[in-house]
């Protein structure tokens, strides 16, 4: 049990900083810019964290992270086609992509009642607690929806910043929930990113002063 623990922890640990380096790496470049960015590595690093993510809350049996990765898994992955970067990923990665969510699909469908009392029916995590960390989630994942829906218009990915304030909202709520749920791969992750959102926050609406 303690091994598993490791290595859910070592999974989880992994993704945040996939992500976080996605963080630093848009900042960095929207710093140098005196813009908001949004960086190919940015959405690559992002679809190999979530992938990941998706592995750690399973592990976990964390339905709050499970949902969110899996809306924004494919926003992550259209930011990647338009930017014309898709096709250049090696196809091991990209088969991988594209197998791993219909396996877990499939998985569900085959084994609906074990997985529903497995993410849900958990006497160490309250009903209420589970629906305050979706919540959370589900906030937090809007401003990919949102990204997608903004760049859609204009035609090219972009990262506005209703996005950036978005991010902070729902990174503050998963903080606390993070916290309830005595997660520390979370609270490091969303700690370090909500830092970042604000500072996008404060250039994007320079630029647009200026």
């Not at 290595?7 to 945040?16: A, P, V, Y």
């Not at 396996?103 to 529903?116: I, K, N, R």
Request: a positive charge; glycine letters at 8%.
């Amino acid at each position: 049990m303690n091994g598993l623990f490791n290595l859910t922890f070592f999974i989880g640990l992994l993704s945040q900083i996939l992500f976080s380096a996605r963080m630093i790496v848009q900042w960095i470049a929207s710093e140098k810019a005196r813009k908001v960015l949004s960086p190919n590595l940015f959405w690559e690093l992002s679809l190999a964290g979530s992938l990941l993510f998706c592995i750690y809350g399973w592990m976990r049996n964390d339905f709050a992270i499970l949902l969110g990765q899996i809306i924004a898994y494919y926003v992550y992955i259209w930011n990647l086609r338009i930017k014309g970067i898709w096709t250049s990923l090696h196809p091991v990665f990209r088969t991988a992509v594209v197998v791993l969510p219909c396996a877990a699909v499939a998985w569900f469908l085959m084994h609906g009642q074990e997985t529903f009392t497995r993410l849900f029916a958990q006497e160490d995590i309250p009903l209420p607690l589970i629906l305050f960390g979706t919540g959370s989630q589900v906030v937090f994942t809007l401003r990919f929806v949102y990204q997608w829906w903004y760049s859609r218009r204009a035609g090219t990915s972009l990262l506005p910043v209703t996005f950036w304030a978005i991010s902070l909202t729902g990174s503050l709520l998963i903080i606390v929930y993070a916290i309830l749920r005595r997660d520390p791969v979370l609270l490091l992750g969303q700690g370090c990113g909500a830092l970042v959102y604000a500072r996008n926050i404060m250039i994007g609406c320079k630029e647009k002063k200026e």
